[in-house]
């Protein structure tokens, strides 16, 4: 059992940046792997980012890539989402979710995640 708590959202100008917290409880993050989705008004979830338990390798979206940077801090069982140079078009709600492993197809995948967060609201106002 893995409980997710996500914050940092907020209302930010177009070119800022926030950072996005997941807490994690119930597991240590480090044995698995976390994703960021976020669903924008009217849209589908949509993959974000990824840092996977072994090694921490990381993964993003095109639309982010550049952007935004997936970290993880072991000792505060916490994953991070650092997202500069925010776009109008990134408004949306994000989510932490997590993978106990392991990914049956491809990680991008809604699907493939155990346990997900609440979400909290990122607003970029142009």
């Known amino acids: 059992q893995v409980q997710l708590v996500e914050s940092g959202g907020g209302l930010v100008q177009a070119g800022g940046s926030l950072r996005l917290s997941c807490a994690a409880s119930?597991?240590?993050?480090?044995?698995?792997?976390t994703a960021w989705f976020r669903q924008g008004p009217g849209k589908e979830r949509e993959f974000v980012a990824i840092?996977?338990?072994?090694?921490?390798?990381?993964d993003y979206a095109d639309s982010v890539k550049g952007r935004f940077t997936i970290s993880r801090d072991n000792h505060k069982n916490t994953v991070f989402l650092q997202m500069n140079s925010l776009k109008p078009e990134d408004t949306a709600v994000y989510y932490c979710?997590?993978?106990?492993?392991?990914?049956?197809?491809?990680?991008?995948?809604?699907?493939?995640?155990?346990?997900w967060g609440q979400g909290t609201q990122v607003t970029v106002s142009s």
């Open positions: 979710a997590a993978n106990l492993g392991p990914f049956r197809s491809n990680w991008r995948r809604r699907g493939e995640y155990d346990y």
């Open positions: 119930g597991r240590t993050a480090s044995s698995y792997s």
């Open positions: 840092i996977r338990w072994s090694a921490g390798s990381t």
